[in-house]
């Protein structure tokens, strides 16, 4: 049956080279016009199955809340240049209205000056009511160290978690702002009304900007109208926001750098990057294995018409992709290059039995059928051992595998047809041109007398053109047949030798570590990769958030509750934080009426110098109560509220007579002149002390908080879109692409509820899945390979013989990895299942020729198939070289697993199967 479909094929190319070729052209175009819909998808999610539940989840959530995407716009510099660059960028960004919902770079302060009071814990609440009992500036201070101790020293909780540590951040800024607006005034810096009410505005509301604890660094969120699944226009919306950003930053000198982060942002920078590498790293394939074509046949129009017919291989199978699929993933993305190094081995095959059998005089009928009845065996079924081992992918959960395996595959099948239909049409029609362009060239020289100038010239073509016809090259590697007869002499040497790699290669590949980072993997030098970075570092805050949606309000209350109190999260944030419960507004309700009853009654006494000692200590005193603040947080490791300390008492590691101590400064400057000091203050308390009562009165404002009072900025950032489902949202505390966190993290947020999503969850699972999908792939392709080859050999003996090189190959591939310092990650470990597919060819195609000639013929066999083996891998290596060049690291380091697999398993192919066939085969004209 196989010999007869192949010496069909033979036939109709041949004889029908003109019908195929228009055909094959027709189907060409037409695959193009499809291809034009494909697009590359980079979310990492498009890895995951899109029915695991993590996933449906997370579609779900970016579909029905506005908040579970957006694009989050970071900038780096000097405060004041800062608050200018996001006042003038933000209205910008909002007028992109046919692509954002809106922009949020600061605190709703509207309403936090109505219910700010009503939003703190109770226990917090109760000890802030002393702070309003007088507003007279010695007494407010003497307030503010009560509830500072009362809250963080003298409280078991201390700043125990991270809500407690970030309010305690935001109560030590306004401090420092307080502090410095009393050394403004006592120096006559600035004596103005606005600057004490700047004051008591970040006292009681604390920084208006979304800013880094330190306060350079700024956040401008936008919130898209659609998700990142719309590649299209979250490129559009990545370019405009970047035109803006950028020519914006250049007005301002203190703006140090700007970007954007966010999953929107790094998806946009990753398909244009897998696009770019997709592009450059096929054409450098394809150049690289056409110019060694060429080289090695010494001729340049069979190489082409191999290089034609591999691009129309490519063409259909990326016309089946954008049917079946629709979309190319991070894996997938490669298939390109994939295909190059694998589809051109049939078309060398082709070329090359075809080039041998008409050196050897056949016409171009013969020299086909013959090529296909000797090579076209091995050709078929090394096409079809690669391709199942792509489909045998296809049975992983993992979405990316699934696809790679199946476009994969398919490539294949398609490259291999269009070898075996346009590739001899073209070698047919070219030699049928030929052979006219000759009998022309007789016809004419016949018609003309000897004696006519022309005749000489045209002779001396004609005989060129003949000898190039009858006499066409091809290329020989007598090394190969050498070192095969070496091999039968002496296998059990040449086997030992292979043990001991072997040996060798598994103590080390035992050790091979597997990197988990999945930005190691990025192109260097993404944009969102180095924001994200900076702003983990200034906000001790992740943008890689995790959500989950509650029917209730009072579901996502207990929810948010409870994550809280996560050491893992930084921040947790939901529509509960807003709008207390009926108990905790009962709760609340005396407190502040407390405090209202203080504000509407007391009175702010004017300082005196007798109380200047009085005020002096009470500021010594706020100095102690943040050193001991600093020290507990020192102690738990809590760097940006240590930092934030440091602001206003200066750096411990330095002297005490250098350090900038804000608290000594000012104390300093008081005991120089008290009367001035006096005169001062008191300018200061009249000045802020009516802001101060006026704000405070708003703020604790007894009414109870309902949805409907909430603002639509806040409201929409919890709410789904039909207002059926509350968001929760929590953000890690550290980069989630190291293991150790991410297990520890995602463990803690299935304990809080089953159905948290989002990126580190998703990343997690993929982990998972992929280190499970990886062995169970490798296995069944161990397993498919074989069945197949024992089908086609009728013999387990010849499979087993042709996959032993396999196995010892792959063995040495993965000890050499470890040797040359590369670590197996989320792509790269899918080159070994992948290895085993695309290297089986090597031992197939020897070990069918083997069965047609036997071990008298060995040295024959690799002089001639042992050729076309080595000029395959030479441009399969090539191609996954290629590959290395990629700016994602990730797709880099798969080439580079995949191309030392190519020489480790020709390496064992070349050595251990002639060895393994001699011991196996004693008498010359025995055969398997």
Same mark, same amino acid.
């Given at each position: 049956?196989?010999?007869?479909?192949?010496?069909?094929?033979?036939?109709?190319?041949?004889?029908?080279?003109?019908?195929?070729?228009?055909?094959?052209?027709?189907?060409?175009?037409?695959?193009?016009?499809?291809?034009?819909?494909?697009?590359?998808?980079?979310?990492?999610?498009?890895?995951?199955?899109?029915?695991?539940?993590?996933?449906?989840?997370?579609?779900?959530?970016?579909?029905?809340?506005?908040?579970?995407?957006?694009?989050?716009?970071?900038?780096?510099?000097?405060?004041?240049?800062?608050?200018?660059?996001?006042?003038?960028?933000?209205?910008?960004?909002?007028?992109?209205?046919?692509?954002?919902?809106?922009?949020?770079?600061?605190?709703?302060?509207?309403?936090?000056?109505?219910?700010?009071?009503?939003?703190?814990?109770?226990?917090?609440?109760?000890?802030?009511?002393?702070?309003?009992?007088?507003?007279?500036?010695?007494?407010?201070?003497?307030?503010?160290?009560?509830?500072?101790?009362?809250?963080?020293?003298?409280?078991?909780?201390?700043?125990?978690?991270?809500?407690?540590?970030?309010?305690?951040?935001?109560?030590?800024?306004?401090?420092?702002?307080?502090?410095?607006?009393?050394?403004?005034?006592?120096?006559?810096?600035?004596?103005?009304?606005?600057?004490?009410?700047?004051?008591?505005?970040?006292?009681?509301?604390?920084?208006?900007?979304?800013?880094?604890?330190?306060?350079?660094?700024?956040?401008?969120?936008?919130?898209?109208?659609?998700?990142?699944?719309?590649?299209?226009?979250?490129?559009?919306?990545?370019?405009?926001?970047?035109?803006?950003?950028?020519?914006?930053?250049?007005?301002?000198?203190?703006?140090?750098?700007?970007?954007?982060?966010?999953?929107?942002?790094?998806?946009?920078?990753?398909?244009?990057?897998?696009?770019?590498?997709?592009?450059?790293?096929?054409?450098?394939?394809?150049?690289?294995?056409?110019?060694?074509?060429?080289?090695?046949?010494?001729?340049?129009?069979?190489?082409?018409?191999?290089?034609?017919?591999?691009?129309?291989?490519?063409?259909?199978?990326?016309?089946?992709?954008?049917?079946?699929?629709?979309?190319?993933?991070?894996?997938?993305?490669?298939?390109?290059?994939?295909?190059?190094?694998?589809?051109?081995?049939?078309?060398?095959?082709?070329?090359?039995?075809?080039?041998?059998?008409?050196?050897?005089?056949?016409?171009?009928?013969?020299?086909?059928?013959?090529?296909?009845?000797?090579?076209?065996?091995?050709?078929?079924?090394?096409?079809?051992?690669?391709?199942?081992?792509?489909?045998?992918?296809?049975?992983?959960?993992?979405?990316?595998?699934?696809?790679?395996?199946?476009?994969?595959?398919?490539?294949?099948?398609?490259?291999?047809?269009?070898?075996?239909?346009?590739?001899?049409?073209?070698?047919?029609?070219?030699?049928?041109?030929?052979?006219?362009?000759?009998?022309?060239?007789?016809?004419?020289?016949?018609?003309?007398?000897?004696?006519?100038?022309?005749?000489?010239?045209?002779?001396?073509?004609?005989?060129?053109?003949?000898?190039?016809?009858?006499?066409?090259?091809?290329?020989?590697?007598?090394?190969?047949?050498?070192?095969?007869?070496?091999?039968?002499?002496?296998?059990?040497?040449?086997?030992?030798?292979?043990?001991?790699?072997?040996?060798?290669?598994?103590?080390?590949?035992?050790?091979?570590?597997?990197?988990?980072?999945?930005?190691?993997?990025?192109?260097?030098?993404?944009?969102?990769?180095?924001?994200?970075?900076?702003?983990?570092?200034?906000?001790?805050?992740?943008?890689?958030?995790?959500?989950?949606?509650?029917?209730?309000?009072?579901?996502?209350?207990?929810?948010?509750?409870?994550?809280?109190?996560?050491?893992?999260?930084?921040?947790?944030?939901?529509?509960?934080?807003?709008?207390?419960?009926?108990?905790?507004?009962?709760?609340?309700?005396?407190?502040?009426?407390?405090?209202?009853?203080?504000?509407?009654?007391?009175?702010?006494?004017?300082?005196?110098?007798?109380?200047?000692?009085?005020?002096?200590?009470?500021?010594?005193?706020?100095?102690?109560?943040?050193?001991?603040?600093?020290?507990?947080?020192?102690?738990?490791?809590?760097?940006?509220?240590?930092?934030?300390?440091?602001?206003?008492?200066?750096?411990?590691?330095?002297?005490?007579?250098?350090?900038?101590?804000?608290?000594?400064?000012?104390?300093?400057?008081?005991?120089?002149?008290?009367?001035?000091?006096?005169?001062?203050?008191?300018?200061?308390?009249?000045?802020?002390?009516?802001?101060?009562?006026?704000?405070?009165?708003?703020?604790?404002?007894?009414?109870? =908080? +309902?949805?409907?009072? $909430?603002?639509?900025? /806040? *409201?929409?950032?919890? %709410?789904? #879109? !039909? &207002? @059926?489902?509350?968001?929760?949202?929590?953000?890690?505390?550290?980069?989630?692409?190291?293991?150790?966190?991410?297990?520890?993290?995602?463990?803690?947020?299935?304990?809080?509820?089953?159905? =948290? +999503?989002?990126?580190? $969850?998703?990343?997690? /699972? *993929?982990?998972?899945? %992929?280190? #499970? !999908? &990886? @062995?169970?792939?490798?296995?069944?392709?161990?397993?498919?390979?074989?069945?197949?080859?024992?089908?086609?050999?009728?013999?387990?003996?010849?499979?087993?013989?042709?996959?032993?090189?396999? =196995?010892?190959?792959?063995?040495?591939?993965?000890? /050499?990895?470890?040797?040359?310092?590369? #670590?197996?990650?989320?792509?790269?470990?899918?080159?070994?299942?992948?290895?085993?597919?695309?290297?089986?060819?090597?031992?197939?195609?020897?070990?069918?020729?083997?069965?047609?000639?036997?071990?008298?013929?060995?040295?024959?066999?690799?002089?001639?198939?042992?050729?076309?083996?080595?000029?395959?891998?030479?441009?399969?290596?090539?191609?996954?070289?290629?590959?290395?060049?990629?700016?994602?690291?990730?797709?880099?380091?798969?080439?580079?697993?995949?191309?030392?697999?190519?020489?480790?398993?020709?390496?064992?192919?070349?050595?251990?199967?002639?060895?393994?066939?001699?011991?196996?085969?004693?008498?010359?004209?025995?055969?398997?």
């Amino acid at each position: 049956m196989k010999s007869k479909l192949l010496a069909w094929f033979a036939h109709v190319s041949v004889k029908y080279n003109k019908a195929v070729l228009i055909i094959g052209l027709g189907f060409t175009i037409a695959c193009g016009v499809i291809s034009e819909q494909l697009v590359i998808k980079a979310n990492m999610k498009d890895l995951m199955p899109q029915s695991h539940p993590t996933v449906k989840g997370y579609n779900e959530m970016t579909e029905n809340f506005e908040a579970a995407s957006n694009v989050i716009i970071t900038a780096l510099g000097k405060t004041e240049d800062l608050k200018k660059f996001a006042d003038e960028v933000a209205p910008k960004i909002e007028k992109l209205d046919q692509y954002v919902y809106r922009v949020s770079y600061k605190v709703n302060r509207d309403f936090l000056r109505k219910h700010a009071l009503m939003l703190i814990k109770t226990k917090n609440l109760k000890t802030a009511v002393s702070s309003y009992e007088h507003l007279g500036l010695k007494e407010y201070i003497n307030g503010i160290n009560d509830n500072f101790e009362e809250t963080y020293i003298v409280d078991d909780e201390g700043i125990s978690s991270s809500e407690r540590e970030n309010n305690a951040i935001t109560s030590l800024d306004g401090i420092k702002v307080w502090l410095k607006t009393m050394h403004d005034f006592l120096t006559a810096r600035d004596t103005t009304e606005e600057n004490a009410r700047i004051a008591v505005d970040n006292m009681l509301l604390g920084e208006e900007y979304l800013m880094s604890p330190k306060k350079d660094m700024v956040l401008i969120t936008a919130f898209p109208k659609f998700t990142t699944d719309d590649i299209d226009r979250s490129t559009l919306l990545i370019n405009e926001i970047n035109e803006i950003i950028y020519a914006t930053a250049d007005k301002y000198d203190g703006i140090e750098k700007v970007g954007i982060a966010g999953s929107m942002a790094l998806i946009v920078e990753e398909n244009k990057a897998l696009s770019e590498d997709s592009n450059f790293t096929s054409l450098l394939a394809f150049i690289l294995i056409i110019v060694t074509f060429i080289i090695s046949f010494r001729m340049w129009s069979s190489p082409l018409l191999a290089g034609i017919s591999l691009i129309v291989g490519i063409i259909w199978t990326t016309g089946f992709a954008t049917l079946l699929v629709g979309h190319l993933n991070i894996m997938t993305s490669i298939f390109g290059v994939i295909l190059i190094g694998l589809g051109i081995d049939f078309n060398i095959h082709v070329i090359s039995g075809y080039l041998e059998n008409r050196s050897a005089g056949m016409n171009n009928t013969d020299a086909l059928k013959t090529t296909f009845a000797k090579a076209g065996g091995g050709i078929l079924v090394g096409a079809f051992t690669t391709s199942l081992a792509f489909f045998s992918l296809m049975v992983t959960q993992n979405a990316g595998m699934k696809e790679f395996g199946l476009i994969s595959g398919a490539g294949v099948l398609f490259t291999m047809l269009a070898s075996f239909t346009v590739l001899p049409a073209m070698l047919a029609f070219q030699d049928i041109s030929r052979r006219r362009k000759i009998l022309k060239l007789k016809k004419k020289l016949a018609t003309l007398p000897y004696q006519n100038p022309e005749f000489e010239k045209l002779k001396v073509r004609l005989e060129k053109k003949t000898r190039k016809q009858e006499k066409l090259k091809t290329p020989s590697f007598q090394l190969l047949g050498v070192l095969s007869e070496k091999i039968k002499k002496q296998p059990v040497l040449y086997l030992s030798l292979a043990l001991a790699l072997t040996v060798l290669t598994i103590l080390r590949g035992k050790e091979i570590e597997f990197n988990y980072d999945f930005m190691s993997l990025e192109p260097p030098g993404l944009t969102s990769v180095a924001m994200q970075d900076s702003l983990i570092e200034k906000f001790n805050t992740s943008p890689d958030i995790v959500f989950v949606s509650a029917n209730t309000m009072e579901q996502s209350r207990v929810i948010a509750e409870e994550a809280k109190d996560v050491p893992r999260i930084g921040l947790t944030s939901s529509i509960s934080d807003f709008v207390p419960s009926e108990k905790q507004h009962k709760e609340r309700v005396p407190y502040l009426s407390q405090i209202r009853k203080y504000l509407d009654e007391n009175k702010a006494d004017t300082l005196t110098e007798n109380e200047v000692d009085e005020l002096i200590e009470q500021l010594y005193r706020l100095e102690d109560n943040v050193i001991e603040l600093a020290q507990m947080a020192f102690t738990g490791g809590q760097d940006r509220l240590d930092e934030k300390a440091e602001e206003i008492i200066g750096d411990p590691d330095v002297p005490a007579n250098e350090r900038m101590r804000m608290v000594e400064e000012l104390t300093q400057l008081i005991q120089d002149d008290p009367q001035r000091a006096v005169k001062a203050f008191n300018l200061f308390q009249r000045h802020y002390e009516p802001h101060l009562r006026a704000t405070a009165i708003s703020m604790s404002a007894t009414g109870r =908080i +309902t949805l409907d009072s $909430i603002p639509e900025d /806040i *409201l929409s950032q919890y %709410i789904s #879109k !039909d &207002g @059926s489902q509350f968001l929760v949202t929590m953000f890690p505390k550290e980069q989630i692409w190291n293991l150790n966190f991410l297990e520890s993290f995602s463990a803690q947020m299935q304990q809080i509820d089953q159905q =948290i +999503t989002g990126t580190p $969850i998703i990343y997690y /699972i *993929l982990i998972m899945l %992929i280190g #499970k !999908d &990886g @062995s169970i792939a490798a296995i069944l392709t161990l397993i498919v390979v074989l069945l197949l080859l024992t089908l086609d050999f009728k013999s387990l003996k010849a499979s087993m013989l042709t996959m032993i090189p396999l =196995i010892l190959g792959t063995i040495w591939m993965v000890g /050499i990895m470890k040797m040359v310092g590369i #670590k197996l990650n989320l792509l790269n470990v899918m080159g070994l299942p992948l290895i085993i597919g695309i290297a089986i060819d090597y031992g197939v195609h020897i070990m069918h020729r083997f069965k047609i000639e036997g071990i008298g013929r060995l040295k024959s066999i690799f002089n001639s198939t042992g050729k076309a083996v080595v000029l395959t891998s030479i441009t399969t290596f090539l191609a996954f070289g290629a590959l290395g060049f990629s700016s994602h690291r990730g797709l880099a380091s798969l080439g580079m697993t995949l191309a030392i697999g190519i020489v480790t398993i020709l390496l064992a192919t070349l050595v251990v199967l002639p060895a393994l066939l001699s011991i196996t085969n004693k008498k010359s004209n025995n055969q398997i």
